[in-house]
C-alpha cells in the first residue's frame, strides 16, 4: 500500500506555478504490478521520482510501509563522469555495504558490457545505461517491495529484454513493478494493473486494459 | 520536509546519522579519487601552489631588503597569511559547486544536497592542514621556529574561518542554483581579497588612520589574530574576536536558512 496524502506537485515557470499534481488522494495497494500512463509531460517521471525519494512533493506525503526502491531510469542515478564500477561501488557505499567487490562482479557480470565497465558513464549508449542501472538492483539483495523502472526496458537489445524480464519474474517474485513505459505490448508483458495521470490527479484501475481503454478515449486523437 | 521515514530500502538497518556518514564516506571516496587520482600530481600542486606564492613574495621583500616583517621571519609571516587566505578562497568555489555538480546522485534518497557540500569542506580542511603541516616540517627543519605560541586561539581563528567558509558556501549554492553566472562573480571578488586580507602585510605596518579601509574583512581580521596567536612578538591592534566570531554566526546562519529555504529545489 502506497498512501498519497494531499500531494501537490508544481514546477515555477515564467508562467508561473505549472501543476503536475493538484490534492491527490489516493491508496494504491501494491498486490499487482502497476503500469503508469500519460502522454509526454504529464508527470510519469515525476511520479516516479516522487516515488523514489529523488524529488520532494511541492505540498503533502507519500507513505508506505513498503521498501520502495530508487527509480530506475536512463537519467539521474548513474553519474557521467564516474565509471560504471565507481557508480555501483558509490550505490554499495551509500546503502552501507562496506564489501562493495563482490557488488561490482555481480552488477559486471549481469551488465555484460565488457571493458567498458572501467570507463565513464558518459561514453554509454542508452541500452549500456539501462543495462548497469538494472543491473545495480540485481547484485544487491535489498528484497524491494517495490521495483520503479522508467522507460528502461525499452532501450535494450533483445538479449537484455529477456534477461531483464526473467530476472524481474525470478528474482522478484514478491516484488511488484511500477513502470513507465509508451509500449502498451511492455506494459501489458509485466504489469496488471494502471494508473492513469489526467487532470493533475492519479487513476486507478484494477485491470491495465480497462486504464489502456480510458487513455486511448481522452489522449488519442482518432 | 515531507516525511519519507517509512520508505526504506532492505539494506543494514541505520539510523539517520549513519546513513549520512555512509554517504559521505562514499562522496568522499569518489572525489578524492577525481581530485588527486585523475593526476598523480595532484598531492604535489596542493603543496606546491602555496610554496610557489610565497617564494614570489618572499623574494620580492628579499630584494627590498626585508628579513622581517612586523618582527617575523619573511617566510612564517608569508606562510602563516597564504595558507588561510587559500583555504577560504578554495573552500568558496568548491563549496558553491558541491550541490550543483552532484545532482545525478541525489536519484538516491540517502543523498541529501547538503552531503557534497560537507564532503568537500571535509576534504579541503584535511588538505589544508596537511599542507600546513608538510610546509611547517619542512621549516622546522630549514631551522625556524614554527610551534605556535598559542595553540587554542591560533585553533579558534582557523575555527572561524571554517565556519565562515561553510556558511558562505553553502549561501553561494543557492545563488549558483539561481543564477549561472555566480562562479564568475565569485571570483571577481575573491581575487582582490588577496590584497586587502593582510596576507603579506599586518596591521601594524600601515598607519592607523587607514586601518578602517580593511576593518570591515573578516579574513583580514582572522589572519592577524591567528598572527597574533602564532607569534610572541606580534600583537594584533585590530584584530577582534567578537566581530568574526558574530561574522561566522551570521554566515552560518545565512548559509543553513538559504540551504533550508531551496532544498527542495536543489534535488529537482
Known sequence: ?222 | MPSFSELTHAAPSRNAFKIMCDTVHALLMREVKARFGSSKLGYFWAVAEPIAQAAVLGLLFTLIGRTSLANVPVVLFLFTGILPFKLFSKLLPQLSLGIASNKALFAYRQVAPIDPVITRLVIEIATYAIVYMVIMAVLAWLGFDVVPDQLLPFFMANGLLIIISFGLGLALCAAVQQWDDTPKLLSMVTTPMFYVSGVFFAATMIPAQYWYLLNWNPIFHIIELSRDAYFESYTTPVGDWQYVTLFALGSLFLGLGLYRINRVRFSA
Open chain 1, 1 to 222: 500500500m502506497i498512501m498519497f496524502k494531499q500531494l501537490s506537485k508544481y514546477y515555477p515557470t515564467k508562467q508561473g506555478r505549472r501543476y503536475i499534481f493538484k490534492d491527490v488522494n489516493l491508496s494504491l495497494p501494491m498486490d499487482k504490478s502497476i503500469g503508469v500512463l500519460g502522454p509526454n509531460g504529464a508527470g510519469k517521471s515525476t511520479l516516479i521520482k516522487i516515488l523514489g525519494g529523488a524529488d520532494y512533493p511541492s505540498k503533502g506525503k507519500v507513505t508506505s510501509p513498503l521498501k520502495v526502491s530508487w527509480p530506475l531510469g536512463l537519467r539521474g542515478g548513474l553519474q557521467g563522469s564516474m565509471s560504471g564500477r565507481e557508480n555501483v561501488r558509490f550505490v554499495a557505499r551509500i546503502h552501507g555495504f562496506t564489501d562493495t567487490k563482490m557488488v561490482e562482479e555481480k552488477v559486471s557480470d549481469f551488465a555484460e558490457i565488457g571493458i567498458y565497465f572501467d570507463e565513464p558513464v558518459k561514453t554509454y549508449s542508452s541500452g549500456m545505461r539501462a543495462r548497469v542501472a538494472f543491473g545495480l538492483t540485481m547484485a544487491f539483495d535489498f528484497d524491494f517491495d517495490v521495483l520503479l523502472v522508467d522507460e528502461l526496458t525499452a532501450v535494450g537489445d533483445t538479449n537484455f529484454k529477456k534477461k531483464s524480464e526473467k530476472v524481474l519474474k525470478n528474482k522478484y517474485e514478491n516484488t511488484k513493478v511500477i513502470m513507465v513505459n509508451h509500449s502498451a505490448n511492455e506494459l501489458k508483458k509485466y504489469c496488471q494493473a494502471g494508473l492513469l495521470i489526467k487532470d493533475q490527479n492519479l487513476h486507478y484501475f484494477d485491470e491495465l486494459d480497462h486504464a489502456l481503454q480510458e487513455y486511448q478515449s481522452c489522449y488519442v486523437t482518432h
